[in-house]
């Protein structure tokens, strides 16, 4: 058997991963000319900065122990502290309602925590779609602490509105312990542990992409190969199956691979453009920049891992500090900070110079009380052109559409957070590759479907592991 797979990020390198190690020739193709994906590191100097907010965390005991094998002692345990920075005041994340009302007008607390009775009891109110996500707030959390919290960030973070996006997601990522179960906990009805993100995690000294470049260095010590720099640009097709693939860089040299066995990690639409050339672009991508600015003359920022900031006037989302990850993420003695900033790819915000961009946000850390201009070193930006997958309504429809034209060929399949149009976090990107894997090895004792996998809509981070 011969495999290639298309995407070097958590999912295809972890497909690649499983098969070098049954001595399958397996061929990893990526775009970039680094690996890991949306979970690279990116190195500048003596800083490390990764793509976001990325830690490993799994309720999957043997993908721990796979893991903890491959990187060793390179691995820390850490903990995580988070916080939103909003309207002057800094709230606990995950958010708990003891510690909103202690910052809130009287008149604030009624709203908040009646809407959040209310919504306990099945009196909620949404003038949203049924199925959209904000609905789904309003009647977990209530409307009042909606329109505070939650729609905001979300409306900034994605650059559509809270009622035309999709409910598909928001069980998987939302922490905070609903209506219901707080009454019940107060009460002493219920014995289940709260909801709430994991506070411990695992992350390597050189930054997540650590994982990534361990791992594919692992592939190519048994045999397999990764090709980075190249992106695919045809499928030779017979009937129902694909024979090879027409691989191309930036300067227009192609080579021409062959297998029995294909994965794709790359975006569905872009991977259905390839094997029906006449299909339309129905779905769509937010994208990522990320200000990255190293320091002088600050040992710490703060004590957060990250901190959110939902106000529609500030323009990042997430400020983050590296170090707070791993020590090793800035000098001894100095430390940096990451701005992330969603935008759609090549619109204002996305091509803007750093320069211009760095005035934009210094000010804008200034009013949350961060002044930084002092301190300002180096500043250089990182991209991720398909982020987060824009899950409108009804784009279910749409990816189950595309999802037929590729089952039409029995020889490729799909997977990861773009194969998928997904929005799954890394170990769950890194169980699909596995899966696959086992799948064409016959190694399963039943075949398990992909897209299954951490499909449940509840909070996963609640049963992760270290």
């Not at 976001?52 to 965390?57: D, L």
């Not at 850490?78 to 005041?89: E, G, M, Q």
């Not at 204002?348 to 200034?366: C, F, H, N």
């Amino acid at each position: 058997m011969e495999a290639i797979v298309l995407g070097a990020g958590p999912c295809g390198l972890t497909a690649a991963w499983e098969l070098a190690k049954r001595g399958v020739n397996v061929t990893v193709v990526e775009k970039d000319d680094v690996v890991g994906g949306l979970c690279k590191t990116v190195r500048h100097g003596d800083y490390r900065f990764d793509l976001g907010g990325h830690r490993f965390i799994s309720k999957d005991e043997e993908l721990v122990e796979q893991v903890k094998t491959l990187m060793g002692n390179s691995l820390l345990r850490r903990s995580r502290k988070s916080c939103i920075r909003f309207k002057d005041r800094q709230f606990d994340y995950p958010i708990n309602i003891p510690n909103i009302l202690s910052q809130s007008s009287a008149r604030d607390c009624f709203r908040f925590a009646t809407g959040y009775l209310a919504s306990a009891a099945g009196f909620y109110h949404s003038k949203a779609p049924k199925s959209s996500f904000e609905a789904w707030v309003d009647k977990s959390f209530g409307r009042p602490l909606n329109e505070y919290f939650f729609k905001p960030y979300t409306e900034k973070l994605w650059g559509i509105s809270a009622g035309e996006l999709s409910d598909e997601w928001a069980g998987q990522r939302i922490s905070l312990l609903n209506a219901k179960d707080a009454i019940l906990k107060s009460l002493s009805i219920t014995r289940e542990k709260p909801r709430t993100y994991a506070v411990h995690y695992l992350y390597p000294k050189h930054g997540i992409g650590q994982i990534f470049t361990a791992m594919a260095d692992d592939i190519k010590r048994m045999g397999g190969k990764i090709i980075t720099g190249f992106k695919p640009v045809e499928f030779k097709i017979s009937e129902s199956k694909i024979e090879g693939v027409v691989i191309e860089n930036e300067t227009g040299e192609g080579k021409i691979l062959t297998a029995s066995k294909f994965l794709s990690t790359i975006p569905i639409n872009e991977l259905v453009k390839l094997l029906d050339p006449g299909s339309e672009e129905i779905l769509g991508y937010r994208s990522l920049r990320f200000l990255n600015i190293t320091l002088n003359g600050l040992t710490n920022l703060s004590d957060n891992t990250w901190m959110y900031t939902p106000e529609a006037d500030i323009i990042m989302t997430r400020i983050q500090e590296p170090k707070r990850r791993s020590p090793l993420s800035a000098p001894e003695g100095k430390t940096s900070v990451m701005l992330e900033i969603p935008c759609l790819y090549m619109d204002k915000t996305w091509t803007m110079p750093d320069g211009e961009l760095l005035d934009i946000v210094l000010a804008d850390l200034k009013t949350l009380g961060l002044d930084l201009r002092p301190h300002v070193d180096e500043v250089f930006s990182s991209y991720a052109q398909n982020a987060y997958p824009i899950l409108k309504l009804g784009s279910a429809g749409h990816v189950k559409s595309l999802r037929k034209k590729v089952a039409r060929f029995t020889n490729i399949a799909t997977a990861g957070r773009q194969g998928l149009f997904k929005y799954i976090f890394m170990d769950t990107a890194m169980l699909m590759g596995r899966q696959w894997a086992r799948n064409i090895l016959g190694e399963s004792a039943r075949r398990v479907t992909i897209d299954t996998i951490h499909s449940e809509a509840k909070l996963l981070e609640s049963e992760s592991m270290v």
